[in-house]
């Protein structure tokens, strides 16, 4: 009998722990060949100037894919690199490799499942399966206690029917070892001006260093288990997050690994305080399985209501003040100071900032959702447009919907980074109110 080879397509799944798809192939197969390609779809630039994906994002997906390939090195394997349409270029590899099948992480936004719709026609044309699996949430889907067309558009009852009838699969096994066959052109890994994309200017005031990569996300998950172990430990426990959301979107890291690892750290160390993270990321699942039910519904101005929320005449300079951080008001000028010399910001200043656009300057959200797709180095489709939608209060959960009063100079001072706190007192003094 010939040899079977599985084609392993990694997207948002830039992990060799726990994926499903590579320990699946490494099972059914003689051999496995891994495969990234870089979409040019990704990287366009709109008629505004605006790119798909900003300098922060793509530097950290080359390092993610540099590790991904150093990784899989270990293991004996090596990843294919390429630059072009997926449908092309996976056809193509699969006539040269003589591929038996293509295996791929099914997504939940229209771009994406958009993409693998094409992969699937094309791979069909020479007569071979797209084989789709679930791996980007920490609940999997074939467990939840009802359909996708049935799952609770309140948060509240989601949260509390998962919680009761659910539970999370565990990890799979990590294979042993990778057989690839032999590859003649893995190719390079390109630059950020191959991509067209300029070269992020790092700020001395940013608060985290994101590096991407498996490697990497293990070690933030390990230093953020540390101190969260210091913190219960301490009279005062303060709530930390993560930083992990970078690492998450890329699927560097998954969730199903942060919610055991966080659970045994909880059993190890007797911890029973309830575990934030845990509840964020099922905020991140609601999101997915939101997208999942409603798709195009989330990138509507009208959202799931009749009509789009009234916008001001001037909206236009309205959301350029805003974009540049002019708005006048300090803690928002601060936060958007922020994004675009870090690519990050806080739960609490993107919740300031959006409610901000839309409920006090009367902007568009989906210019605003637009704008933070571009510029967040954790842009996630469900997580950014999802969110978004809630604080118009257009999405398909408006009965949760808090106001948030950004403006106000007491909210404003509550809840800073150090970087906020920096441009505060530096080039944002003149605007605190005496
Ligand atoms: C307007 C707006 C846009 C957003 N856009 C994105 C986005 O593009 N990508 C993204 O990952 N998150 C997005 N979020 C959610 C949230 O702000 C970030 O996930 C969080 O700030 C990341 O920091 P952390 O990793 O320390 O989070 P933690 O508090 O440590 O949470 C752990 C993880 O849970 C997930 N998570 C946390 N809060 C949310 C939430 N409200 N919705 C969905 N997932 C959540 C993230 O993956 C996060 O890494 C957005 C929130 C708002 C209000």
New binding site residues.
């Given amino acids: 009998m010939s040899e079977k080879t599985i084609l392993v397509w990694f997207r948002n799944d830039l992990r060799i722990h726990d994926n499903e798809i590579l320990s699946e192939a490494v099972r059914k197969a003689d051999k496995v060949l891994p495969v990234f390609i870089f979409d040019p779809f990704y990287f366009k630039t709109s008629a505004t100037g605006a790119l798909k994906t900003g300098s922060f994002r793509a530097r950290f997906l080359l390092q993610s894919v540099a590790d991904l390939r150093k990784n899989l090195q270990a293991f004996g394997a090596e990843l294919i690199i390429r630059i072009g349409d997926p449908a092309e270029v996976l056809t193509e590899l699969a006539e040269q490799y003589h591929i038996n099948e293509v295996y791929h992480h099914r997504e939940v936004a229209p771009d994406e499942t958009g993409i693998s719709e094409t992969v699937e026609a094309a791979l069909w044309k020479i007569k071979l399966n797209l084989k789709h699996f679930i791996g980007h949430t920490m609940y999997h889907k074939e467990d939840l206690p009802f359909p996708i067309k049935d799952i609770p558009d309140s948060f509240v009852t989601f949260k509390k029917k998962v919680e009761r009838d659910s539970t999370v699969r565990p990890c799979t096994v990590s294979p042993d070892h990778i057989t690839t066959p032999e590859i003649t052109d893995a190719g390079e890994l390109p630059t950020l001006a191959e991509l067209g994309v300029p070269e992020p200017v790092d700020d001395p005031r940013a608060v985290n260093k994101f590096t991407g990569g498996e490697t990497a996300a293990l070690s933030q998950l390990y230093q953020y288990l540390a101190n969260n172990l210091q913190n219960n430990q301490g009279k005062n426990r303060t709530v930390q ?5 970078p690492w ?2 890329l699927g560097c890291i998954s969730p199903r690994q942060v919610y055991w690892e966080v659970v045994n750290h909880q059993r190890e160390h007797q911890l029973h305080s309830a575990e934030p ?1 845990i509840l ?2 099922l ?2 699942d609601y ?1 997915r399985f939101m997208f999942k039910k409603h798709g195009q519904k989330f990138f509507r101005s009208e959202g799931f209501n009749n009509e789009a929320p009234d916008v001001a005449t001037n909206q236009d300079d309205l959301f350029e003040h805003w974009k540049t951080g002019e708005t006048g008001v300090p803690y928002i000028d601060a936060a958007m100071h922020e994004l675009n010399a870090t690519g990050y910001i ?2 609490y200043s ?2 300031a900032v ?1 409610t901000y656009l839309t409920k006090d300057l009367q902007v568009d959200w989906t210019k605003g959702a637009l704008y ?1 797709e571009e510029k ?1 180095i ?3 489709p469900a ?2 447009w999802g ?2 939608a809630f ?1 118009a209060g257009v999405g398909n959960d408006t009965k949760s919907n808090r106001y948030f009063n950004a403006a106000k100079p007491t909210v404003q001072l509550e809840s800073k980074s150090d970087f906020i706190a920096t441009w505060l007192a530096g080039e944002g003094a003149d605007k605190i109110p005496a």
Avoid at 241 to 245: A, R
């Fill in positions: 997050s993560s930083h992990l959301s998450l979107a993270l964020e990321l905020w991140r999101f806080s739960n993107r919740q959006a933070f967040l954790d842009y996630s997580s950014n969110n978004w604080l």
